[in-house]
């Protein structure tokens, strides 16, 4: 299901978004955010971006004990789905931030690239190595496919897959923007491929 066919899908049932509903919304979710992650650490900051391909994107700032900052984005829908979940978002979020909390002096959002050359380099020397490793250290010993691939729908993508699996759909491929997106967040990149890969597994009866 595509984002246009879920609009309609809202429009047809639900009255049209205002600019006033459509801020009270950003304004609920990034207090519920504020809130969640309140339970879990004493000082937490909170920012919305606008960002062109994706629409609202969080931002969490979390201090420690030494003041050092930590700072992690999260998606619009994935923090609306799992508010209504009820499945814990406090701890789901928190999780992030314990994480980042491993680097000690804090860890705060990188720069975005200022050209293309920048881009290219981060793609190359820092989201492509850590997409390997990712997948690659995941299944040992078995052999992951992993690399840079063309999609004619969507452009660059990081693809993988087990080359073990002869029938049915072998390889997940994710576009590189969306990547790049999720480490410019401080998110791992790799945990969405792992996630493919694992709906792999589980379609051919694998683990």
């Known amino acids: 299901m595509n984002n246009e066919t ?16 459509w801020a009270e919304l950003l304004k609920a979710v990034h207090h519920n955010g504020v809130v969640a992650l309140k339970t879990q650490f004493d000082n937490v900051e909170g920012q919305v971006l606008n960002l062109e391909a994706y629409g609202p994107v969080f931002v969490f700032h ?38 980042l909390m491993e680097t000690k002096g804090g860890k705060t959002l990188p720069q975005p690239a200022s ?21 690659t ?7 992951v496919h992993a690399g840079l691939a063309w999609n004619e729908d969507h452009g660059p993508v990081f693809e993988a897959g087990f ?21 410019q967040l401080n ?3 790799g ?10 597994r589980e379609k051919n009866g694998i683990d």
């Not at 609306?80 to 979940?85: E, N």
């Not at 995941?138 to 052999?143: G, S, T, V």
């Open 163 to 183: 080359p073990s699996i002869i029938e049915g759909n072998n390889v997940c491929a994710i576009p590189l923007h969306i990547l790049l997106t999720h480490l």
């Open 191 to 200: 945990e969405l491929l792992l996630q493919g890969l694992y709906d792999i």
């Open 6 to 21: 879920t609009n309609e899908e809202v429009n047809s049932t639900e009255p049209v978004m205002t600019e006033e509903k």
């Open 115 to 135: 050209s293309e050359d920048e881009a290219k380099a981060i793609i190359d020397k820092i989201l492509v190595p850590q997409c390997i490793k990712a997948v």
């Open 187 to 189: 998110r791992d990149p």
């Open 137 to 143: 250290e995941e299944f040992a010993p078995e052999k």
């Open 62 to 99: 979390v201090k420690d004990e030494s003041d050092s900052v930590y700072s992690c984005g999260f998606f619009l829908r994935e923090l609306i789905a799992r508010f209504q979940s009820g499945n814990d978002p406090a701890l789901w979020m928190a999780s992030f931030f314990v994480e």
